[in-house]
């Protein structure tokens, strides 16, 4: 059951990079068994998540938007303040130059990088997830779109 597998995934010890490469792949098949299965369609939207939830599974796949889409907006915003290289000069960039950057710029480069990968898994779990549910409006929004 793909449902019980995203509860899984969100709950195991995996590392973020497995957690956000099993989230992609599972949420991928979904996007295809929505759009192309009526039986898992209407699973989707009145079946209850796995192991006694009172949560649809259309409402889980809400939530999990929501937070992934949250996580992503912060990491932006934090983004946009923690790397700024401080008292650059022209000559830093000029190609010409023998300098080297320093190790303490690309400490602050490898962080900002890290940062945005993170950025960049948050918003891709939004992004598919957000394809699931726009399938469930688009498939009966006069039903499901209460």
Not at 17 to 46: G, P, R, S, W
Not at 91 to 104: A, G, I, L, W
């Amino acid at each position: 059951n793909l449902f019980r597998l995203l509860v899984t995934i969100e709950n195991s010890s995996f590392s973020n990079e497995d957690k956000f490469d099993a989230l992609a792949l599972t949420l991928n098949l979904l996007i295809n068994l929505v759009q192309n299965t009526k039986y898992i369609y209407k699973h989707l939207m009145e079946t209850n998540m796995p192991d006694g939830s009172t949560v649809k599974i259309y409402e889980y796949l809400a939530k999990l938007f929501c937070e992934q889409e949250s996580s992503a907006a912060k990491a932006e915003s934090h983004e946009e303040n923690d790397w700024m290289m401080e008292d650059v000069d022209d000559n830093d960039f000029d190609e010409e130059s023998d300098k080297k950057p320093t190790n303490e710029n690309g400490a602050n480069f490898n962080r900002a990088l890290q940062k945005a990968a993170g950025h960049m898994e948050n918003t891709f779990v939004a992004a598919f997830t957000g394809v699931i549910l726009a399938v469930i409006l688009l498939r009966d929004h006069t039903k499901y779109a209460s």
